[in-house]
């Protein structure tokens, strides 16, 4: 998918409640060359999502028709709901130059790293388990059962953290974003990145 001038396709996961959504709209106010895929999902919006910004919110149906056309880079299903990241956008982006960030759970950005092996990938820690529990209880909006099974999948998320070539931690997030901004100026400064010119 990646062409030598293209932009890097960035693989950004993380257990929810880590913060990936807060640094990500820092880092875009930092630089304009990244974008975030939006994912395509068949679950309910939550209070305050908006169609097209945080997900395509889509009917199962639709989704399974996305799926035989393979219109999705990859995708998956948590909580008895499917996600997958569609391909066009990502290809276009990444065409133009911009950095498209990707924001999976570690299933998806492990398919995506065998698929395409030149991506980037970045695991956002929380600074500690108590405060990562913190936070997803703070949302308010999950039962005692389904707050009980983020917590199982956040240790899971953690737990597949040593297949990412980068770790931030999140317990800034200014310091975050400044750090994924200056990963992000390192990787295009890999050698095989920066044309040659002529000379003597
Ligand atoms: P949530 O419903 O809390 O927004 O997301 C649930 C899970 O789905 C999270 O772990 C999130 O990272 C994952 N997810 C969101 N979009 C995609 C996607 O496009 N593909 C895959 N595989 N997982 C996704």
Known sequence: METKNSGLLIIFSGPSGAGKGTVLQRLFELRSDCVC??????????????????????????????????????????FSASYGTPKEFVEE??????????EIDVNGGQNVMRKIPGCLSIFLMPPSWEILEDRLKGRG??????????????????????????????DDVDRAAQLISS???AEMARTQRVPSFQYN
């Open 37 to 78: 895929s939006v994912s395509c999902t068949t679950r309910a919006p939550r209070p305050g999502e908006v169609d097209g910004v945080n997900y395509h919110f889509i009917s199962t149906e639709t989704f399974d028709n996305w799926v035989e056309r393979d219109k999705f880079i990859e995708w998956d299903r948590h």
């Open 93 to 102: 982006q990444l065409h133009s130059g911009k950095h498209v960030f990707l």
């Open 141 to 170: 909006t999950e039962t005692a059962e389904q707050l009980e099974k983020r917590f199982s999948r956040a240790r899971f998320e953690l737990d597949n953290r040593q297949h990412y070539a980068y770790t931030v931690i999140n």
């Open 183 to 185: 990963i992000i100026d």
